[in-house]
């Protein structure tokens, strides 16, 4: 069974700077993605990389998240600069051995316990 933790979460002010990670206890499948759920809102994605290393973003980041693969460590990162408060959320690694679309329904074979990002203003 897979398992993915999340860490790096925290509390940041407008403009500030996290990064998260995700290390998976074993092969992660095709693809691996960043996903968030805000109170009260949806869960949306917010950005996915492949076996490859191609990337995909959501239109929200708008150049301000950057995510990573370590293969050799198993592991995912997100780098996000310029925080807003509307980034406030739950953030939660997910993996698929097949893909990882950033909308609709698709489940995700794998998901973290997530790691809470909160940005005051």
């Known amino acids: 069974q897979e398992r993915l933790v999340e860490s790096g979460g925290g509390s940041v002010e407008s403009g500030g700077s996290l990064r998260l990670s995700c290390a998976a206890s074993?092969?992660?499948?095709?693809?691996m993605a960043w996903y968030r759920q805000a109170p009260g809102k949806e869960r949306e994605g917010v950005a996915a990389i492949d076996s490859t290393g191609r990337t995909s973003y959501a239109g929200f980041v708008q150049g301000r998240f950057t995510i990573s693969q370590d293969n050799a460590k198993n592991s995912i990162y997100l780098q996000m600069h310029n925080l807003k408060p509307e980034d406030t959320a739950l953030y939660y690694c997910?993996?698929?051995?097949?893909?990882?679309?950033?909308?609709?329904?698709?489940?995700?074979?794998?998901w973290g316990q997530g790691t809470q990002v909160t940005v005051s203003s």
């Open positions: 074993a092969g992660s499948g095709n693809c």
């Open positions: 997910v993996a698929d051995m097949n893909f990882c679309p950033l909308t609709g329904t698709h489940q995700f074979d794998y």
